[in-house]
């Protein structure tokens, strides 16, 4: 049998041990102590190593652990001292004790059943019972799990009998004696896992994503070092988002004027000459922008042309004409706009202004083109 230190102490990070037996192939190690933890519970194995060899997974046999190595274990060689990765034992030991509290609150505060946990690489997962949680619930529950977390609240493991343990979260379904971790107050589960003395250790917990599996609801949820890393990864991806947004933009921007020229170009081509032989384009739209602005500087672009577009938003006017009318827009528009009581004014070949009123413009339009 061989006995599980971190079942007592999850900061044992450097421990003593003997060799009970070793693979012929040097390869899979029995010791008589160990802190490595295996994979277990949703919680994966520890790393580090055994006098100069690395761990490379830590297996559960019943009573013993298997250590597997990466190099073969010296035969001659009869005790190890073994090393766990601190980073890797310190981020599961946040992870899961991050589980518990927030297993707790869901199930204390909002009704929801934890059924199973993962312990993910890049993210946790805990799927909760009943599904149908709203967006605005978990943004609910993860305002109550930080503030519980921020009670720095004492973590306790104990031992009890299967038969006398009271008040567990989950019952556990496992005879004999239990191992119970508490978070005071608030949670009693039975777990072998490791976990943190206090839920301040934890630092924050951020919720992520949701997705409905079978029967319940899978929630994603990092803590700890992993919160400030998401937190980056998903403004770096608003501000890649905003960028190829404004990219878009501009190019929808740039292919709306070109479009206007072209259109600009058309209408003069269908266009018959008046009788003052003037190419004459006189429309009312409910507003004037740069897509208008543009095909008007295409349309009196060509020799004839002149243009009186308006628009109901701002009672706005624009008046253009080509060089060879003799026309100076400028000098023509503004005291008419002046006279009505509006505002305006431009060079020879262009320009705009705005009337009181909407229904001003009929009349002034007339005066320009008389």
């Given at each position: ?31 008589d ?25 830590v ?58 946990f ?11 019972e009943p ?42 379904g ?50 700890g ?8 990864q998903?403004?770096q991806?608003?501000?890649?988002l ?6 878009t933009?501009k190019s ?15 209408r ?29 500087a295409?349309?009196v ?5 002149v243009?009186v ?20 827009c ?41």
């Amino acid at each position: 049998m061989t006995e599980r230190l971190y079942y007592h102490d999850a900061y044992l990070l450097d421990f003593q041990a003997q060799v009970q037996t070793c693979s012929p192939d040097g390869l899979r190690l029995i010791l008589d102590r160990t802190a490595f933890y295996p994979t277990s519970g949703g919680q994966p194995h520890d790393l580090g190593t055994l006098g100069d060899h690395c761990v490379v997974d830590v297996i559960d046999e019943g009573d013993e652990i298997v250590h597997l190595l990466d190099s073969p274990w010296p035969s001659s060689t009869t005790s190890a001292r073994g090393l766990i990765d601190v980073p890797r034992r310190l981020d599961h030991m946040r992870q899961h004790t991050a589980q518990h509290l927030l297993s707790a609150v869901m199930a204390e505060d909002f009704g929801l059943a934890t059924v199973s946990f993962h312990l993910g690489a890049a993210a946790s997962t805990v799927d909760v019972e009943p599904a149908a949680v709203s967006p605005a619930t978990l943004l609910q529950i993860e305002r109550r799990v930080n503030e519980r977390l921020r009670e720095n609240l004492s973590i306790n493991v104990s031992y009890e009998s299967a038969a006398d343990a009271q008040g567990l979260r989950k019952e556990s379904g496992r005879q004999g004696m239990l191992r119970i971790v508490s978070i005071a107050s608030l949670d009693r589960s039975a777990c072998g896992g490791t976990h943190l003395r206090h839920t301040g250790e934890i630092g924050m917990i951020l919720l992520g994503g949701t997705e409905k599996v079978r029967q319940a609801l899978r929630m994603e949820f990092v803590a700890g070092d992993r919160v400030l890393p998401r937190i980056r990864q998903s403004m770096q991806a608003e501000a890649e988002l905003r960028a190829r947004l404004a990219d878009t933009d501009k190019s929808r921007k740039k292919l709306t004027i070109e479009l206007a020229e072209a259109s600009g170009q058309l209408r003069f081509a269908a266009a018959q000459p008046d009788a003052q032989g003037r190419v004459l384009w006189r429309e009312e739209f409910p507003e004037l922008d740069d897509a208008l602005r543009a095909g008007v500087a295409a349309f009196v672009a060509n020799p004839g042309a002149v243009a009186v577009l308006t628009g109901r938003s701002g009672a706005a006017v624009l008046f253009a004409a080509h060089p060879s009318l003799g026309i100076d827009c400028g000098k023509c528009l503004k005291p008419l706009l002046d006279a009505a009581g509006g505002r305006g004014g431009g060079s020879p070949r262009m320009a705009q202004g705005g009337l009181p009123e909407a229904a001003m413009l009929s009349a002034l339009v007339d005066q320009l083109l008389a």
